[in-house]
């Protein structure tokens, strides 16, 4: 489904998800107009629903009305990169001569599963090339957006 606007997108959301009990979950929000946008009340939703938010910024959470703050845990390295080298080998370890870069992806991923597996899935079979271009592209975005 295509849109050509925020305001037509959010009054389709409700629209078609009205009266249901759904269950959001909205990644690396860091604007609260993301959040409006997308679940901007529960009155879009029905009885029971629920809605899962990941953010960085602690402000964001308690600018939301109704809000159950729960911190998350992150992966410790040896975690971390056992999960990494899970998905970006289908192995424990690393291939030989691509440990250097895995430490780098798992350093950048700073714990974040979600981070890791996604990361880790879209390396498995690439060359070296693919790994550092994709290295260099999340380090130039992570602070700034998409």
């Not at 690393?94 to 780098?104: A, M, N, T």
Request: some cysteine; proline content about 2%.
């Amino acid at each position: 489904m295509q849109v050509e606007s925020v305001e037509l997108g959010k009054y389709k959301i409700k629209q078609m998800l009205c009266n249901r009990k759904v269950l959001i979950v909205l990644d690396d929000v860091d604007h609260l107009d993301q959040l409006k946008a997308l679940a901007g009340s529960r009155k879009w939703f029905g009885d029971g629903s629920r809605v899962i938010m990941t953010t960085r910024d602690q402000h964001l959470l308690t600018s939301v009305d109704e809000t159950e703050v729960l911190p998350i845990s992150l992966l410790s390295r040896k975690e971390a990169a056992s999960l990494f080298n899970k998905r970006a080998y289908n192995a424990k370890n690393p291939i030989q001569d691509y440990e250097v870069l895995s430490r780098e992806v798992v350093t950048y991923a700073a714990g974040l599963p979600l981070a890791l597996i996604v990361l880790g899935s879209f390396l498995y079979d690439k060359d070296k090339d693919a790994w550092l271009s994709t290295l260099e592209r999340a380090k130039s975005c992570r602070n700034g957006d998409f």
